[in-house]
C-alpha cells in the first residue's frame, strides 16, 4: 500500500469515527435566521417599552406579557427552523436524524437551559429583574458549552462568546437587553454565516 492510499484510508476511518461520535447536520442557515428572529423580536419588545407609560416592566404589567410571548413567538421560531433546516440536510448527507447520539446532544443542551430557565423565572418571581438577560446569555452558553462534545466543535466557540457576553452584560445590568441583542441576534447570525461558508456550501 502507497502513502497516499493509506493516508486515504486514514482520512475516511477519522471521517467515520467523527460521524458516530458527533452529530454534524447542524444547519448554520438555521443559526442565521435565529439571529434575525431575535432582531425582529428585540426591535418588537424595544418598541413596546419606548410605546408604554413607563421606562420599565412589572411582572404584572400588560407590555410584560407581551414581551414573553414575542419572547416565546422567537424561540417556537427558531426551533421550528433548526429541526426543519438540520432534518433537511441530515437526509441530503444520508444520515440518521434521531438516535442515541441526538437523543445525548439535547439532553446536554436541555439540562443547563432548563435549570437557567427556572432560576431566571424564580428571581422574576423576586421581582429582580436586572440581570435577567446576562443570565440568559449566561446559560444559554453553558447549554452550548455543555452539548458542544456531541457536534461540531465550533459550537463551543458561540458558546465561550454567550458566557463572555453575559458576564460583560452583569457589570452593566442596565445594558442587559444590548448584550442580549448582541448574543442572541447578532453572534448568531455571525456564527450561522460561518457554519454555513464552511459546512453547508460544500
Known sequence: ??????????SEIKNLMSKSSKFISLSGLSGILAGIYALIGAGFAYWLVKNS????????????????????????????TAI???????????????DALTKRLLLSFII?????????????????????????LIFYGLALLNASKY?????KYLGYTQIILGLISALFPGY???????????????????????????
Open 1 to 10: 500500500m502507497n502513502s497516499e492510499n493509506y493516508l486515504k484510508n486514514i
Open 53 to 80: 407609560d413607563r421606562d420599565y416592566l412589572i411582572l404584572d404589567g400588560r407590555v410584560f406579557r407581551y414581551i414573553v410571548l414575542d419572547m416565546l413567538l422567537v424561540l417556537i421560531f427558531s426551533i421550528s
Open 84 to 98: 426543519f433546516l438540520t432534518t433537511k440536510k441530515a437526509k441530503k448527507n444520508n444520515e440518521k436524524i434521531w
Open 112 to 136: 443547563p437551559l432548563l435549570a437557567g430557565g427556572t432560576y431566571i423565572i424564580i428571581i422574576l418571581v423576586n421581582q429582580h429583574y436586572g440581570q435577567t438577560g446576562a443570565l440568559m
Open 151 to 155: 457536534t461540531l466543535g465550533d459550537v
Open 176 to 202: 442587559g437587553f444590548w448584550f442580549w441583542v448582541a448574543g442572541f441576534g447578532f453572534m448568531h447570525i455571525i456564527y450561522g454565516t460561518i457554519m454555513y461558508i464552511k459546512y453547508d456550501r460544500k
